[in-house]
């Protein structure tokens, strides 16, 4: 997106951020535009960077890579499937070339023209055809069935081990079956491998580089993040039947969502392998040239639901193919929401105003904590807030611990679900509980976490990556949503680690992790909670329909301890070493705003 485009949406997003200033919006008008042009500029950042990075990171040595290919002791035949329309031949004479030039020649082509009625298409074919080349399949269908059935027609001639898909006008990387075949070498029980991608225009600019992240199912039942370049083992995809007729659109999306089903094992490679053409037709310029994706999109998922058994429902997400599962509650337990506190009473009482007065959940108990306060008018408030019913002052009156704080309200409180909660928040979302807890109510996830705002409606907390700035920390931080890297902040997904400034996790599942550890003093528990759960096979899950708003760090100080630095660097060791799973290793974590990373 350019500086021009984010200038004329700045006074749309503007009007719209009146929902999180309210009358006091015209205060916050300066550092709006300010971040929104910063983030402007960051996607023309992005743009420059990434034609240097081409030249950095895709220079072959082919003679290294033959070397490489000949050490392989599994060579397995990829078959590559393209269903042609109507196609004109100069784009998919290029798409072929990218497949005749790979390292990996165990290959093999399967066209399968749907019924074309352009002329030049069906002639480009049928020379193709006659060149009989046995490492190019070719047959026709007599009328247009979409491409469902088209994909299916070439997948039964593919006599390969993994089946690889192409649309008929895009481009591979040259390396892009190498690396395949190179990861099975790896790791022979794959099942489904996809990689990173780009978009490429007419005249063969390359653009827009998706650096995705490791499988996240959550971000997966968002939207088809996955996309290209997929590669699918034959025999699970012969065991699901390939594509599914009505789903057009999100043919993809369904068949992935299918082989689910079948627990695979997935991989994803951190290297761009696939060129998407933006031509005027197609799905990467604008989805609104097929209108059917979403409403395909949305009986995926539907289905996948009903076969998993679970309940819930298929919701738009922040615009068409992009979705929301809305969980269904099983049942309304109690949620104990901890609040550790020391004074500063004009935050607390705020927040419990916000609680008491907008949360459309019923059935809730506030603990608050109470730390060595001091000041008179906190015990003033605290004389007037315990005649509420939902609200019980525990004292702890020792050295401040946060581990230790929350550790002892979680043995007090009576609820099933825990929600830990900063004295400095304040509630934006009405039906915030309801909303954490379907997430937490699901047997595969550990904690929960919302979307965390400043004042100017800017991303206090959208998750947390470790190795950000040599630690970890919040990305996106100061940015505003929907200007985010291909707008992940606007996608429930996963993590490694959420921050408990406001977390929700199951009694059991914190006490089964022994809770907080309380060597961390201040700062770093929760990642190391969180990393506890992810060990436990867990799922960690940000939430971004939650919001609040918190005021960071107003009651304790913002440099860290020496100690929980210390134990912190200690606990993220082994994944400052091997990367973050959540977050591609060709982003940079020098700051919290993804930008290509040069090493």
């Not at 798409?95 to 023209?113: A, H, P, R």
Request: hydrophobic share 35%; glycine share 4%; with cysteine.
């Amino acid at each position: 997106m350019t500086v021009f485009l984010h200038a004329v949406s700045l006074i749309k997003k503007f009007k719209n951020s009146i929902y999180f200033y309210g009358s006091r919006k015209i205060f916050y008008i300066v550092p709006f535009l300010i971040n929104n042009l910063r983030d402007a500029y960051s996607y023309l950042k992005i743009s420059k960077d990434y034609k240097k990075w081409i030249k950095l990171n895709e220079t072959f040595d082919k003679n290294k890579i033959n070397d490489e290919i000949d050490k392989f002791k599994f060579k397995p035949k990829l078959s590559i499937v393209i269903p042609v329309y109507n196609i004109q031949p100069k784009w998919l004479r290029l798409c072929i070339k990218s497949i005749m030039n790979q390292f990996y020649d165990n290959w093999e082509l399967c066209l399968y023209d749907d019924g074309s009625t352009n002329l030049e298409t069906l002639e480009y074919l049928k020379i193709l055809k006659n060149k009989k080349n046995n490492k190019i399949k070719i047959s026709f269908g007599q009328s247009n069935k979409h491409i469902c059935y088209a994909s299916n027609e070439a997948i039964k001639m593919a006599t390969g081990d993994y089946v690889a898909f192409l649309d008929n006008d895009d481009k591979l990387t040259k390396d892009a079956l190498f690396e395949i075949v190179k990861l099975l070498n790896k790791n022979p029980s794959l099942d489904l491998i996809y990689s990173d991608e780009d978009k490429i225009d007419e005249n063969e600019e390359r653009s827009n580089p998706f650096f995705k992240p490791d499988f996240s199912l959550d971000l997966l039942l968002s939207v088809n993040y996955i996309c290209h370049f997929l590669v699918i083992r034959k025999d699970l995809g012969d065991k699901v039947k390939w594509f599914r007729q009505g789903f057009e659109g999100a043919q993809d999306f369904d068949l992935i969502l299918r082989c689910l089903d079948h627990n695979p094992k997935i991989a994803h490679i951190s290297k761009i392998l696939y060129h998407w053409r933006m031509l005027e037709t197609s799905t990467s310029r604008s989805i609104k040239t097929k209108d059917y994706a979403h409403l395909s999109g949305i009986n995926a998922l539907k289905d996948y639901l009903e076969r998993s058994g679970i309940k819930g429902e298929v919701k738009r997400g922040y615009k068409e193919t992009n979705y929301r599962v809305k969980y269904r509650i099983n049942k309304k337990y109690l949620v104990s929401i901890i609040i550790p506190f020391k004074d500063k009473v004009c935050l607390l009482r705020n927040l419990i105003k916000s609680i008491l007065e907008k949360s459309t959940y019923e059935n809730y108990e506030i603990l608050i904590i109470n730390n060595n306060s001091r000041k008179k008018q906190t015990y003033q408030f605290l004389d007037k807030i315990k005649l509420n019913s939902r609200v019980e002052i525990l004292n702890y009156n020792h050295a401040f611990n946060y581990s230790k704080l929350n550790n002892f309200a979680a043995k007090k409180a009576r609820g099933k679900y825990l929600i830990f909660l900063n004295n400095d928040t304040l509630i934006i979302s009405p039906d915030w509980i309801e909303e954490l807890l379907r997430n937490a109510q699901r047997r595969e996830v550990g904690a929960v976490g919302p979307m965390l705002l400043f004042k100017d409606g800017s991303i206090q907390h959208a998750g947390v990556i470790l190795g950000i700035r040599g630690f970890a920390g919040h990305i996106f931080r100061k940015q505003y949503s929907f200007n985010t890297y291909y707008k992940l902040a606007e996608f429930q997904r996963n993590y490694l680690a959420l921050t408990a400034a406001c977390l929700m996790i199951s009694k059991d599942k914190f006490f089964e992790v022994d809770g907080f550890n309380e060597d961390f003093h201040i700062c770093g528990g929760d990642v190391d909670l969180c990393l506890s759960l992810h060990e436990k096979h867990y799922l960690n899950v940000y939430n971004p329909k939650v919001k609040l708003f918190h005021f960071e760090s107003k009651t304790r100080e913002k440099m860290p301890p020496k100690n929980d630095v210390l134990i912190s660097k200690k606990r993220y060791k082994y994944y400052l070493e091997k990367g973050d799973p959540f977050y591609n290793k060709n982003l940079s974590t020098k700051k919290e705003i993804p930008n290509i990373k040069f090493k």
